[in-house]
């Protein structure tokens, strides 16, 4: 009888892994870098002339400083971050019981800034959350990605797929059109790519400046003439998910360089 | 603002040139741009750049509106003894930074 149990949740399993089949297969997997130019992909190689290396050192000075009543700093808690916080960004977005609900990883930091510093919020896309996440995520550097979208994430999870190929705005475009059927191709001078987000926070030369992988979900929705979502909202935490989980098994870049 | 990333070579060899690098997190607002208002915001660049080395001026730069913003310089110097660069800035705003690197040489 528990064999014959063990048997049925064997094949249950295999069903539910199966259903989650991605689009892309894994050996075709291709992080947005292998899409840039030999200028670009040589500043993000360059440890000293990658500009996002200078978030990630402001990262790391705040990381020790205290914030708030209690006079307290991240390391407080954690400790090192250079063991403490190495594959934590890999595992974002996920789940958070404390808050009931998927975070990514600006999220889960603005929180536990508040929530355990009891210091002043920080905003989204502030320069210092963006500094904090982009040293966290630097610690998991080379390391593949790997979310979880079973049990409490899987609602946000297929929310997340459901906006992923629902077409969007005047251009009457969903994510996989160019992302998944038509990746390699030209728009314009651009090589579209499969649209992962493994390298941010990313510098942006557009931007001239170093922004989150909402932001540039955002820019994605402006692009083509739909509705962006604000900074933060559920729909935008969704999509990041489902990004993360197309894209498991490729390496965080984080500060990558993009145009 | 007035963040900064220095790298110098760990071993100089006395009168051989060497690579210095520096990279400043600056805006570099080139004031050409409205902003979502149609305002135009004012222009804030780095304007003068310099490097002293035990007090000489031994590097110079004058920045402008053509400069992307978080500029990397990079220059060669050769030193006799071992000391200490200072790098200062100063932009538009008034706003001042500075930074500073050991350099230890041999031979």
Redesign the interface.
């Known amino acids: 009888m528990t064999r014959r149990l063990i048997l049925v949740a064997a094949i249950v399993a295999c069903a539910s892994a199966m259903a989650q089949t991605r689009a892309i297969a894994p050996a075709d997997l291709r992080s947005g870098i292998t899409f840039a130019g030999d200028d670009v992909r040589a500043m993000q190689e360059d440890e000293?002339?990658n500009?996002g290396?200078?978030w990630v050192?402001?990262g790391a000075r705040l990381w020790s400083e205290a914030a708030g009543s209690d006079g307290k700093s991240c390391a407080s808690c954690h400790g090192d971050a250079k063991t403490a916080m190495r594959g934590v960004a890999a595992r974002y977005p996920a789940y958070d019981r404390v808050q009931t609900r998927v975070v990514d990883l600006e999220a889960k930091i603005a929180d536990c800034r508040t929530r355990h510093q009891r210091a002043s919020p920080l905003a989204r896309e502030s320069d210092d959350l963006l500094a904090l996440a982009t040293y966290v995520a630097h610690q998991s550097r080379d390391l593949p990605i790997a979310v979880s979208i079973e049990g409490a994430a899987k609602a946000s999870f297929e929310r997340g797929r459901a906006f992923y190929y629902q077409r969007h705005g005047q251009m009457n475009l969903s994510c996989a059109q160019c992302h998944e059927q038509h990746w390699g191709k030209r728009l314009l001078r651009e090589t579209m790519s499969q649209g992962h987000g493994n390298a941010f926070p990313a510098y942006r030369?557009e931007w001239?400046?170093l922004g989150s992988l909402q932001r540039r979900l955002r820019a994605c929705l402006f692009g083509i003439r739909a509705e962006m979502p604000a900074e933060g909202a559920t729909e935008l935490t969704d999509l990041e998910l489902f990004l993360a989980w197309r894209a498991q098994g490729l390496s965080i870049e984080t500060p990558g360089v993009r145009r | 603002m007035a963040d900064s990333r220095v790298a110098v070579p760990g071993k100089i060899v006395r009168g051989q040139p060497f690579e210095v690098r520096i990279s400043i997190r600056h805006p570099m607002e080139t004031g050409y741009r409205m902003d979502n208002a149609g305002k135009s915001i004012p222009r804030n660049v780095i304007r003068s750049f310099t490097c002293r080395y035990n007090g000489d001026l031994v590097f110079s730069a004058k920045l402008s509106s053509g400069i992307a913003a978080n500029p990397y310089l990079r220059f060669f110097l050769t030193a006799a003894d071992s000391g200490e660069l200072v790098f200062e800035w100063v932009d538009d705003a008034g706003t001042r930074g500075s930074d500073h690197a050991a350099i230890t040489v041999g031979g």
């Open positions: 000293f002339g500009p290396m200078l050192e402001k030369l001239q400046t």
